[in-house]
């Protein structure tokens, strides 16, 4: 059985949940970096881009009872692999450790012209 999450602050570009909880598992769909106010991409470089959406991600969390803490395995996408030291540093201002296990992949494009994109699983308590 699963179940479909989504969050208010968190957008979807197309016919997909914004995480699906299964097996008190949240898998989370791809964020990309969109300011949910504005619903246009943040801008200030790839440090503002990757806190976006992580904004986003823990807000689809939120909506599902929970927290960075929870997550358990993280993909990021980058346009740009030579931006990996500056996502990097943003990304671990908003984990602890331990860190989730993390892939990160770098992509030709992604939806909207954004620089990352990304996704997560989180394993409920």
């Given at each position: 059985?699963?179940?479909?999450?989504?969050?208010?602050?968190?957008?979807?570009?197309?016919?997909?949940?914004?995480?699906?909880?299964?097996?008190?598992?949240?898998?989370?769909?791809?964020?990309?970096?969109?300011?949910?106010?504005?619903?246009?991409?943040?801008?200030?470089?790839?440090?503002?881009?990757?806190?976006?959406?992580?904004?986003?991600?823990?807000?689809?969390?939120?909506?599902?009872?929970?927290?960075?803490d929870h997550v358990v395995k993280v993909n990021?996408?980058?346009?740009?692999?030579?931006?990996?030291?500056?996502?990097?540093?943003?990304?671990?201002?908003?984990?602890?450790?331990?860190?989730?296990?993390?892939?990160?992949?770098?992509?030709?494009?992604?939806?909207?012209?954004?620089?990352?994109?990304?996704?997560?699983?989180?394993?409920?308590?």
């Amino acid at each position: 059985m699963r179940k479909a999450i989504s969050a208010p602050s968190a957008t979807a570009v197309g016919p997909y949940s914004h995480a699906v909880e299964s097996g008190g598992d949240v898998y989370c769909s791809g964020q990309t970096p969109l300011d949910p106010s504005t619903g246009a991409l943040v801008v200030g470089g790839i440090e503002a881009q990757t806190h976006q959406c992580l904004d986003n991600l823990f807000a689809v969390l939120a909506a599902a009872g929970l927290g960075p803490d929870h997550v358990v395995k993280v993909n990021v996408f980058l346009t740009d692999m030579g931006a990996f030291v500056e996502m990097n540093a943003a990304y671990a201002s908003r984990f602890s450790e331990p860190y989730p296990a993390r892939t990160t992949i770098g992509v030709a494009s992604l939806p909207l012209g954004a620089d990352v994109e990304i996704e997560l699983v989180a394993r409920g308590a």
